[in-house]
């Protein structure tokens, strides 16, 4: 079945340590996002990648850095940098002018 | 910046009656779309209607839109305990970008 694989469902991160949330896709999608969502709150884009080895920050790219070295990749990593990580990160890709398809999320806790 | 707000922010009714969302959005736009997601899972597409399309039906599910206004509705008919989740409008953030900006959603319960 088609569809995009976030992994790990929860995540837990010390203070001052970098962690790495995986996503990939099977949809041959070229354009993928990455989304921050705070309790009862709507999506904030932190970063797109259009195509291979390319990609954007988007509002809220401050303490977070990606890469594109596959297509069906996109990991996200959270650095020490971002100092209130904690929240519900979602992946998306989609087509031009067509939906997005979501993972199921990886939430991640600071301890 | 939200371009899409949802209203009202929440709505709790009964089985069986019918619930309306609405959308308002600041742009011009090529599409809209609406997006269901149920407590601590992904967001899952329902409809998208396009910039010269005035309404769309999926199942119970009917989208209005109107471009004058910038303004869309999402009607959820004969609503079941199953339907109880957060609802989101996404549009593009310009008129030639796939980019989403997505409005804070309404959080629907429905009541058995």
């Known amino acids: 079945d088609g569809g995009i694989t976030q992994s790990p469902k929860y995540l837990f991160r010390k203070e001052g340590q970098n962690v790495t949330l995986s996503c990939e896709q099977n949809?041959?999608?070229?354009?993928m996002y990455w989304y921050r969502q705070d309790p009862g709150q709507g999506l904030r884009l932190i970063y797109y990648?259009?195509?291979?080895?390319?990609?954007q920050k988007g509002d809220i790219a401050e303490g977070y850095s990606v890469s594109r070295e596959k297509k069906e990749s996109f990991p996200l990593t959270v650095t020490s940098a971002q100092k209130n990580p904690t929240a519900f990160y979602l992946c998306?890709?989609?087509?031009?002018?067509?939906?997005?398809?979501f993972g199921q999320g990886t939430r991640l806790t600071v301890v | 910046s939200q371009q899409g707000e949802e209203d009202p922010q929440a709505l709790s009714i009964q089985e069986g009656e019918n619930a309306t969302m609405n959308c308002s959005y600041k742009?011009?736009?090529?599409?809209l779309q609406w997006y269901r997601q149920n407590s601590g899972r992904g967001l899952v597409h329902l409809i998208l209607?396009?910039?010269?399309?005035r309404e769309k039906h999926s199942g119970r599910l009917r989208v209005t839109l109107d471009t004058s206004k910038k303004s869309s509705s999402l009607l959820i008919t004969a609503s079941r305990a199953a339907d109880t989740a957060s609802y989101f409008c996404?549009?593009?953030?310009?008129?030639?970008?796939?980019?989403?900006?997505f409005g804070t959603g309404t959080r629907l319960q429905v009541f058995p």
């Open positions: 998306a890709s989609h087509r031009t002018n067509t939906e997005a398809f």
């Open positions: 949809l041959n999608h070229d354009a």
């Open positions: 990648s259009q195509i291979v080895n390319d990609f």
């Open positions: 742009t011009s736009i090529n599409n």
């Open positions: 209607i396009r910039s010269n399309e």
């Open positions: 996404a549009t593009p953030r310009s008129y030639n970008t796939d980019k989403l900006i």
